[in-house]
Protein backbone atom coordinates (compact mmCIF):
# COMPACT_ATOMS: atom_id res chain seq x y z
CA UNK A 1 0.00 0.00 0.00
CA UNK A 2 2.69 1.83 0.85
CA UNK A 3 5.02 2.03 -2.54
CA UNK A 4 1.68 2.63 -4.34
CA UNK A 5 0.46 5.92 -2.47
CA UNK A 6 4.70 6.92 -3.56
CA UNK A 7 4.22 6.32 -6.98
CA UNK A 8 0.73 8.11 -6.92
CA UNK A 9 2.15 11.29 -4.87
CA UNK A 10 5.12 11.06 -7.38
CA UNK A 11 2.43 11.99 -9.82
CA UNK A 12 0.79 14.70 -8.06
CA UNK A 13 1.27 18.91 -8.52
CA UNK A 14 3.09 20.13 -6.06
CA UNK A 15 0.15 22.45 -5.31
CA UNK A 16 -2.46 18.60 -4.60
CA UNK A 17 0.93 17.57 -1.98
CA UNK A 18 0.16 20.76 0.25
CA UNK A 19 -3.47 19.98 0.19
CA UNK A 20 -2.41 16.00 0.56
CA UNK A 21 -0.33 16.74 3.58
CA UNK A 22 -3.19 18.10 5.92
CA UNK A 23 -4.72 14.31 5.83
CA UNK A 24 -2.82 12.85 8.32
CA UNK A 25 0.68 12.15 9.77
CA UNK A 26 0.78 9.00 7.42
CA UNK A 27 0.58 10.31 4.39
CA UNK A 28 2.45 14.08 5.68
CA UNK A 29 5.61 11.24 6.38
CA UNK A 30 5.07 9.37 2.66
CA UNK A 31 4.90 13.17 1.04
CA UNK A 32 8.15 14.10 2.73
CA UNK A 33 9.80 11.55 0.82
CA UNK A 34 8.52 12.71 -2.86
CA UNK A 35 9.38 16.18 -2.12
CA UNK A 36 12.84 15.06 -1.41
CA UNK A 37 12.94 13.45 -4.84
CA UNK A 38 11.71 16.86 -6.34
CA UNK A 39 13.91 18.23 -8.98
CA UNK A 40 11.99 20.76 -10.15
CA UNK A 41 9.38 23.36 -9.18
CA UNK A 42 7.14 26.31 -10.57
CA UNK A 43 6.92 28.55 -7.13
CA UNK A 44 3.90 30.26 -8.72
CA UNK A 45 1.71 27.08 -9.65
CA UNK A 46 2.18 26.22 -5.82
CA UNK A 47 0.00 28.31 -4.18
CA UNK A 48 -2.04 30.61 -6.71
CA UNK A 49 -3.98 31.82 -4.48
CA UNK A 50 -1.64 33.86 -1.90
CA UNK A 51 -1.55 37.39 -1.76
CA UNK A 52 1.17 38.04 -5.05
CA UNK A 53 2.30 41.52 -2.76
CA UNK A 54 2.61 39.81 0.49
CA UNK A 55 6.22 38.95 0.89
CA UNK A 56 6.32 37.44 3.86
CA UNK A 57 3.87 34.96 3.59
CA UNK A 58 5.65 33.71 0.48
CA UNK A 59 8.72 34.00 2.02
CA UNK A 60 7.73 31.87 4.46
CA UNK A 61 5.92 29.75 1.99
CA UNK A 62 9.26 29.39 -0.28
CA UNK A 63 11.45 28.66 2.58
CA UNK A 64 8.61 25.59 3.89
CA UNK A 65 8.71 23.82 0.29
CA UNK A 66 12.49 24.18 -0.46
CA UNK A 67 13.56 23.02 3.15
CA UNK A 68 10.85 19.85 2.26
CA UNK A 69 13.21 19.42 -1.08
CA UNK A 70 16.06 18.53 1.19
CA UNK A 71 18.31 20.38 -1.56
CA UNK A 72 17.94 18.60 -4.29
CA UNK A 73 16.36 21.30 -6.02
CA UNK A 74 17.91 21.87 -9.68
CA UNK A 75 15.09 23.92 -11.57
CA UNK A 76 13.10 26.72 -10.12
CA UNK A 77 10.20 29.35 -11.92
CA UNK A 78 8.92 32.59 -10.21
CA UNK A 79 6.47 33.64 -11.92
CA UNK A 80 3.92 33.19 -15.12
CA UNK A 81 3.65 34.71 -18.58
CA UNK A 82 0.91 34.81 -21.13
CA UNK A 83 1.81 35.63 -24.78
CA UNK A 84 -1.80 37.50 -24.72
CA UNK A 85 -1.38 39.39 -21.84
CA UNK A 86 2.32 40.58 -21.95
CA UNK A 87 2.08 44.32 -21.56
CA UNK A 88 0.75 43.81 -18.12
CA UNK A 89 3.73 42.53 -17.06
CA UNK A 90 3.73 44.40 -13.13
CA UNK A 91 -0.17 44.58 -12.06
CA UNK A 92 0.44 42.21 -9.37
CA UNK A 93 3.56 43.63 -8.31
CA UNK A 94 5.45 40.15 -6.83
CA UNK A 95 8.82 41.03 -5.36
CA UNK A 96 11.79 39.45 -5.70
CA UNK A 97 13.42 41.09 -2.79
CA UNK A 98 16.83 40.16 -1.40
CA UNK A 99 15.30 38.24 1.49
CA UNK A 100 13.85 35.72 -1.45
CA UNK A 101 17.26 35.49 -3.29
CA UNK A 102 19.28 34.70 0.30
CA UNK A 103 16.89 31.56 1.06
CA UNK A 104 16.79 30.37 -2.57
CA UNK A 105 20.56 30.10 -2.70
CA UNK A 106 21.02 28.74 0.60
CA UNK A 107 18.78 26.43 0.35
CA UNK A 108 18.83 25.14 -3.31
CA UNK A 109 23.03 24.69 -3.68
CA UNK A 110 21.93 21.89 -6.46
CA UNK A 111 20.54 24.50 -8.58
CA UNK A 112 21.17 24.66 -12.50
CA UNK A 113 18.38 26.35 -13.98
CA UNK A 114 16.40 29.80 -12.44
CA UNK A 115 14.39 31.57 -14.16
CA UNK A 116 11.93 34.76 -12.75
CA UNK A 117 9.00 36.33 -15.09
CA UNK A 118 6.67 38.97 -13.87
CA UNK A 119 8.71 40.33 -10.94
CA UNK A 120 9.56 43.35 -9.56
CA UNK A 121 13.49 43.31 -8.45
CA UNK A 122 13.13 46.59 -6.01
CA UNK A 123 16.95 47.25 -5.88
CA UNK A 124 19.98 46.73 -6.91
CA UNK A 125 20.90 45.39 -3.65
CA UNK A 126 18.40 42.52 -4.61
CA UNK A 127 19.70 42.07 -7.69
CA UNK A 128 22.79 41.63 -6.12
CA UNK A 129 21.89 38.92 -4.53
CA UNK A 130 21.83 36.83 -7.71
CA UNK A 131 25.63 36.38 -7.48
CA UNK A 132 25.05 33.83 -4.53
CA UNK A 133 23.76 31.48 -6.91
CA UNK A 134 25.47 28.31 -6.69
CA UNK A 135 28.00 28.30 -9.28
CA UNK A 136 26.99 24.83 -10.96
CA UNK A 137 23.90 27.74 -12.45
CA UNK A 138 23.25 26.83 -16.39
CA UNK A 139 20.39 29.11 -17.01
CA UNK A 140 19.94 32.14 -15.48
CA UNK A 141 16.51 33.98 -16.98
CA UNK A 142 14.83 37.43 -15.93
CA UNK A 143 11.80 37.86 -18.18
CA UNK A 144 9.87 40.83 -18.48
CA UNK A 145 10.44 41.77 -14.56
CA UNK A 146 10.87 45.46 -13.52
CA UNK A 147 14.35 46.28 -12.48
CA UNK A 148 14.45 49.48 -10.10
CA UNK A 149 17.86 50.87 -11.13
CA UNK A 150 17.23 54.71 -10.26
CA UNK A 151 20.26 56.51 -11.47
CA UNK A 152 22.85 56.05 -13.95
CA UNK A 153 25.51 55.17 -10.65
CA UNK A 154 23.09 52.51 -9.77
CA UNK A 155 22.89 51.40 -13.47
CA UNK A 156 27.05 51.30 -13.36
CA UNK A 157 26.42 48.94 -10.27
CA UNK A 158 24.28 46.86 -12.05
CA UNK A 159 26.46 46.29 -15.09
CA UNK A 160 29.24 45.44 -12.40
CA UNK A 161 26.82 42.74 -10.73
CA UNK A 162 25.93 41.10 -13.74
CA UNK A 163 29.83 41.14 -15.10
CA UNK A 164 30.69 39.51 -12.09
CA UNK A 165 28.00 37.00 -12.37
CA UNK A 166 29.48 35.91 -15.69
CA UNK A 167 32.59 35.61 -14.36
CA UNK A 168 31.26 33.20 -11.95
CA UNK A 169 28.97 30.97 -13.81
CA UNK A 170 31.22 29.57 -15.87
CA UNK A 171 28.68 26.58 -16.70
CA UNK A 172 25.91 28.78 -17.96
CA UNK A 173 24.26 27.62 -21.05
CA UNK A 174 21.67 30.36 -21.47
CA UNK A 175 20.93 33.74 -20.08
CA UNK A 176 17.91 35.49 -20.83
CA UNK A 177 17.20 38.99 -20.10
CA UNK A 178 13.86 40.55 -21.36
CA UNK A 179 11.59 43.44 -21.13
CA UNK A 180 9.79 46.17 -22.86
CA UNK A 181 10.39 49.92 -22.73
CA UNK A 182 12.76 51.16 -19.83
CA UNK A 183 11.52 48.33 -17.65
CA UNK A 184 15.16 48.28 -16.56
CA UNK A 185 15.67 52.02 -15.92
CA UNK A 186 19.15 53.26 -16.24
CA UNK A 187 20.74 49.88 -16.47
CA UNK A 188 22.51 49.31 -20.13
CA UNK A 189 23.06 45.91 -21.91
CA UNK A 190 26.02 46.48 -23.99
CA UNK A 191 28.18 44.28 -26.07
CA UNK A 192 31.01 45.06 -23.36
CA UNK A 193 28.95 43.47 -20.48
CA UNK A 194 28.06 40.38 -23.09
CA UNK A 195 31.89 39.76 -23.99
CA UNK A 196 32.55 38.45 -20.05
CA UNK A 197 29.71 35.70 -20.79
CA UNK A 198 31.31 32.23 -20.77
CA UNK A 199 32.19 29.97 -24.08
CA UNK A 200 29.36 27.78 -22.48
CA UNK A 201 26.47 29.63 -24.26
CA UNK A 202 23.82 27.97 -26.50
CA UNK A 203 20.93 30.33 -26.15
CA UNK A 204 21.09 33.81 -25.49
CA UNK A 205 17.95 36.45 -25.83
CA UNK A 206 19.01 39.96 -24.98
CA UNK A 207 15.80 41.57 -26.81
CA UNK A 208 15.66 44.20 -23.36
CA UNK A 209 13.52 46.94 -24.60
CA UNK A 210 15.42 50.48 -24.26
CA UNK A 211 18.38 49.09 -21.94
CA UNK A 212 19.47 47.37 -25.34
CA UNK A 213 22.39 49.00 -26.30
CA UNK A 214 24.42 46.35 -28.45
CA UNK A 215 25.85 47.44 -31.26
CA UNK A 216 28.07 44.70 -32.19
CA UNK A 217 28.44 40.19 -32.19
CA UNK A 218 31.89 40.44 -31.82
CA UNK A 219 31.40 38.42 -28.76
CA UNK A 220 29.59 35.17 -30.41
CA UNK A 221 33.09 34.54 -31.97
CA UNK A 222 33.74 32.72 -28.93
CA UNK A 223 30.45 30.41 -29.10
CA UNK A 224 30.78 27.86 -30.96
CA UNK A 225 27.76 25.95 -29.36
CA UNK A 226 24.94 29.04 -29.87
CA UNK A 227 21.73 27.56 -30.92
CA UNK A 228 19.42 30.50 -30.26
CA UNK A 229 20.20 34.19 -30.55
CA UNK A 230 16.56 36.71 -29.74
CA UNK A 231 17.97 40.46 -29.95
CA UNK A 232 14.71 42.31 -30.77
CA UNK A 233 15.35 46.60 -31.56
CA UNK A 234 19.24 45.94 -31.64
CA UNK A 235 21.82 48.27 -33.17
CA UNK A 236 23.97 45.57 -34.78
CA UNK A 237 24.78 45.79 -38.56
CA UNK A 238 25.18 43.72 -41.77
CA UNK A 239 28.73 42.91 -41.01
CA UNK A 240 27.14 41.25 -37.30
CA UNK A 241 24.92 39.15 -39.50
CA UNK A 242 28.21 37.25 -41.25
CA UNK A 243 30.52 37.15 -38.08
CA UNK A 244 27.30 34.83 -36.74
CA UNK A 245 26.91 32.63 -39.74
CA UNK A 246 30.73 32.54 -39.68
CA UNK A 247 31.72 31.46 -35.55
CA UNK A 248 28.42 30.15 -34.67
CA UNK A 249 27.54 27.31 -37.11
CA UNK A 250 25.14 25.30 -34.75
CA UNK A 251 22.52 28.68 -34.93
CA UNK A 252 19.06 27.02 -35.07
CA UNK A 253 16.60 30.32 -33.92
CA UNK A 254 17.34 33.92 -34.35
CA UNK A 255 15.09 36.71 -33.48
CA UNK A 256 16.24 39.89 -35.00
CA UNK A 257 12.43 42.27 -35.52
CA UNK A 258 13.07 46.06 -35.44
CA UNK A 259 16.85 45.61 -36.16
CA UNK A 260 16.68 49.25 -38.17
CA UNK A 261 20.56 49.77 -38.49
CA UNK A 262 20.80 46.07 -40.22
CA UNK A 263 20.04 46.83 -44.22
CA UNK A 264 21.36 43.73 -45.59
CA UNK A 265 20.18 40.82 -44.25
CA UNK A 266 21.43 38.08 -46.69
CA UNK A 267 23.93 36.68 -44.46
CA UNK A 268 20.86 35.02 -43.07
CA UNK A 269 20.64 32.71 -45.45
CA UNK A 270 24.20 31.27 -44.73
CA UNK A 271 23.09 29.63 -41.49
CA UNK A 272 21.54 26.54 -43.40
CA UNK A 273 20.98 25.00 -39.81
CA UNK A 274 18.17 27.88 -39.41
CA UNK A 275 14.91 26.50 -37.91
CA UNK A 276 13.16 29.53 -36.59
CA UNK A 277 13.77 32.89 -38.05
CA UNK A 278 11.75 36.45 -36.18
CA UNK A 279 12.35 39.54 -38.79
CA UNK A 280 8.97 41.27 -37.66
CA UNK A 281 8.85 45.12 -38.40
CA UNK A 282 11.97 45.93 -40.62
CA UNK A 283 9.88 47.60 -43.06
CA UNK A 284 12.40 49.00 -44.91
CA UNK A 285 15.64 47.12 -45.73
CA UNK A 286 14.01 43.34 -45.51
CA UNK A 287 13.80 42.83 -49.24
CA UNK A 288 12.87 40.18 -51.87
CA UNK A 289 16.50 39.51 -52.62
CA UNK A 290 17.26 38.34 -48.38
CA UNK A 291 14.11 36.72 -48.16
CA UNK A 292 14.69 34.79 -51.98
CA UNK A 293 18.35 33.67 -50.61
CA UNK A 294 16.61 32.50 -47.51
CA UNK A 295 13.77 30.16 -48.71
CA UNK A 296 16.39 28.75 -50.94
CA UNK A 297 18.85 27.82 -48.53
CA UNK A 298 17.32 27.66 -45.32
CA UNK A 299 14.99 24.33 -45.77
CA UNK A 300 15.08 23.46 -42.41
CA UNK A 301 12.90 26.33 -41.67
CA UNK A 302 9.97 25.62 -39.19
CA UNK A 303 8.75 29.27 -37.90
CA UNK A 304 9.60 32.34 -40.21
CA UNK A 305 7.65 35.31 -38.71
CA UNK A 306 7.73 38.98 -41.35
CA UNK A 307 5.38 40.91 -39.91
CA UNK A 308 5.23 44.50 -41.15
CA UNK A 309 8.08 43.45 -43.58
CA UNK A 310 6.56 46.43 -46.04
CA UNK A 311 9.21 46.36 -48.82
CA UNK A 312 8.41 42.47 -49.62
CA UNK A 313 6.62 41.53 -52.80
CA UNK A 314 4.92 38.79 -54.65
CA UNK A 315 8.14 37.71 -56.21
CA UNK A 316 9.24 36.42 -53.43
CA UNK A 317 6.42 36.05 -51.29
CA UNK A 318 5.64 32.91 -53.49
CA UNK A 319 8.93 31.51 -52.82
CA UNK A 320 8.24 30.76 -49.12
CA UNK A 321 6.60 27.50 -50.57
CA UNK A 322 9.99 25.83 -50.49
CA UNK A 323 9.75 25.44 -46.77
CA UNK A 324 8.40 22.51 -47.03
CA UNK A 325 8.73 22.18 -43.24
CA UNK A 326 7.15 25.22 -41.93
CA UNK A 327 4.68 24.79 -39.16
CA UNK A 328 4.43 28.87 -37.89
CA UNK A 329 4.18 31.46 -40.56
CA UNK A 330 3.18 35.08 -39.51
CA UNK A 331 2.46 37.80 -42.14
CA UNK A 332 0.47 39.97 -40.63
CA UNK A 333 -0.15 42.97 -42.67
CA UNK A 334 1.86 42.46 -45.50
CA UNK A 335 -0.32 43.93 -48.50
CA UNK A 336 1.34 42.00 -50.91
CA UNK A 337 0.01 38.71 -50.03
CA UNK A 338 -2.40 37.78 -52.71
CA UNK A 339 -4.20 34.76 -54.03
CA UNK A 340 -1.35 33.55 -55.66
CA UNK A 341 1.18 33.71 -52.62
CA UNK A 342 -1.13 31.97 -50.64
CA UNK A 343 -1.76 29.28 -52.88
CA UNK A 344 1.97 28.92 -53.31
CA UNK A 345 2.24 28.68 -49.61
CA UNK A 346 -0.36 26.16 -48.89
CA UNK A 347 1.07 23.84 -51.92
CA UNK A 348 4.16 24.01 -50.34
CA UNK A 349 3.79 24.53 -46.52
CA UNK A 350 1.31 21.16 -46.04
CA UNK A 351 2.54 20.86 -42.82
CA UNK A 352 1.24 24.15 -41.42
CA UNK A 353 -0.37 24.35 -37.66
CA UNK A 354 -0.18 27.85 -37.53
CA UNK A 355 -1.12 30.41 -40.30
CA UNK A 356 -1.22 34.49 -39.55
CA UNK A 357 -2.37 36.46 -42.62
CA UNK A 358 -4.83 39.27 -40.75
CA UNK A 359 -5.54 41.88 -42.88
CA UNK A 360 -3.92 40.72 -46.26
CA UNK A 361 -6.33 42.55 -47.82
CA UNK A 362 -5.35 41.21 -51.50
CA UNK A 363 -6.65 37.86 -50.71
CA UNK A 364 -9.98 36.51 -51.84
CA UNK A 365 -12.42 33.44 -51.85
CA UNK A 366 -9.81 31.88 -54.61
CA UNK A 367 -6.70 32.21 -52.34
CA UNK A 368 -8.78 31.21 -49.05
CA UNK A 369 -9.19 27.94 -51.02
CA UNK A 370 -5.91 26.78 -50.55
CA UNK A 371 -6.24 26.51 -46.89
CA UNK A 372 -8.26 23.76 -47.29
CA UNK A 373 -5.24 21.68 -47.87
CA UNK A 374 -3.34 22.16 -44.81
CA UNK A 375 -5.03 19.56 -42.88
CA UNK A 376 -2.70 19.81 -39.32
CA UNK A 377 -3.96 23.87 -39.46
CA UNK A 378 -4.48 24.44 -35.61
CA UNK A 379 -4.54 28.25 -35.38
CA UNK A 380 -5.42 30.63 -38.37
CA UNK A 381 -5.78 34.25 -37.73
CA UNK A 382 -7.71 36.23 -41.29
CA UNK A 383 -8.88 39.63 -39.34
CA UNK A 384 -9.61 41.97 -42.29
CA UNK A 385 -10.27 39.36 -45.43
CA UNK A 386 -13.48 40.09 -46.57
CA UNK A 387 -14.25 37.26 -48.20
CA UNK A 388 -13.65 34.90 -45.05
CA UNK A 389 -17.47 33.44 -44.31
CA UNK A 390 -19.00 31.25 -41.97
CA UNK A 391 -19.53 28.65 -44.82
CA UNK A 392 -16.03 28.68 -45.48
CA UNK A 393 -15.22 27.97 -41.51
CA UNK A 394 -17.42 25.02 -42.11
CA UNK A 395 -15.66 23.76 -45.14
CA UNK A 396 -12.46 24.13 -42.70
CA UNK A 397 -13.46 21.93 -40.33
CA UNK A 398 -14.33 19.35 -42.22
CA UNK A 399 -10.74 18.79 -42.94
CA UNK A 400 -8.92 20.48 -40.58
CA UNK A 401 -7.63 20.08 -37.12
CA UNK A 402 -8.36 24.22 -36.47
CA UNK A 403 -9.06 24.53 -32.52
CA UNK A 404 -8.36 28.53 -32.84
CA UNK A 405 -9.65 31.19 -34.90
CA UNK A 406 -9.40 34.74 -35.29
CA UNK A 407 -11.86 36.11 -37.68
CA UNK A 408 -12.57 40.44 -37.03
CA UNK A 409 -13.57 42.61 -40.06
CA UNK A 410 -15.02 39.50 -41.99
CA UNK A 411 -18.32 38.17 -43.40
CA UNK A 412 -19.54 37.22 -40.30
CA UNK A 413 -23.01 37.71 -38.91
CA UNK A 414 -23.01 41.27 -36.67
CA UNK A 415 -22.17 41.67 -33.06
CA UNK A 416 -21.62 44.16 -30.53
CA UNK A 417 -18.66 43.46 -28.95
CA UNK A 418 -15.35 41.34 -29.24
CA UNK A 419 -15.86 38.26 -27.31
CA UNK A 420 -14.50 34.49 -27.98
CA UNK A 421 -17.59 32.95 -29.36
CA UNK A 422 -18.17 29.78 -31.69
CA UNK A 423 -19.74 29.79 -34.81
CA UNK A 424 -21.35 28.39 -36.78
CA UNK A 425 -22.75 26.89 -33.41
CA UNK A 426 -23.38 23.66 -35.28
CA UNK A 427 -19.28 23.56 -35.73
CA UNK A 428 -17.82 22.16 -32.00
CA UNK A 429 -13.86 23.12 -31.00
CA UNK A 430 -13.36 26.02 -32.65
CA UNK A 431 -12.65 29.38 -30.54
CA UNK A 432 -13.56 32.34 -32.69
CA UNK A 433 -13.31 36.10 -31.83
CA UNK A 434 -14.90 38.37 -34.39
CA UNK A 435 -16.33 42.17 -34.75
CA UNK A 436 -17.88 43.90 -37.45
CA UNK A 437 -17.41 48.05 -37.49
Known sequence: MEDALLKIFDRLSHEDRIRCELVCAEWRRLLLSAWRRTKALDFDTVCPYIDPTNSTVRL????SILEKCAGGLQSLVLGQIEVSNIIQNFSKKRELTAEFIECIAQKCP??????????LIPSVEALAGLYHLPSCLEV?????????????????LAWSIFRSMFEKFTNLRAFSLQGRGSCHGHFILDADLLNYLPA??????ISAGQSLKVDNLNFVSGFRNLRILAAQ???????DLKT??????????????YSRSITDFSHLAQ???????????????????????????CLQLTQLSLDSCARLTVESLREIGRCSLLEFLSLWGLSQVTDAVL?????????????DIKYCRKITATGLQGLLKLRNLNELFVSGITDFDEAFVEELSLVTTLTKLEAVDCKVLKIQEIEPIRFPPEIPGIAVARLDC
Open 233 to 239: RSHIRNE
Open 140 to 156: LKIEFCRLDVYSPQEGK
Open 244 to 257: LAEYCPAIESVDLS
Open 343 to 355: LSITNGCGMLQYL
Open 110 to 119: KLRSFIVRRY
Open 271 to 297: MKKLKSLRLDGNRDYFTDCALLQIAMN
Open 60 to 63: QILN
Open 200 to 205: SMEMLE
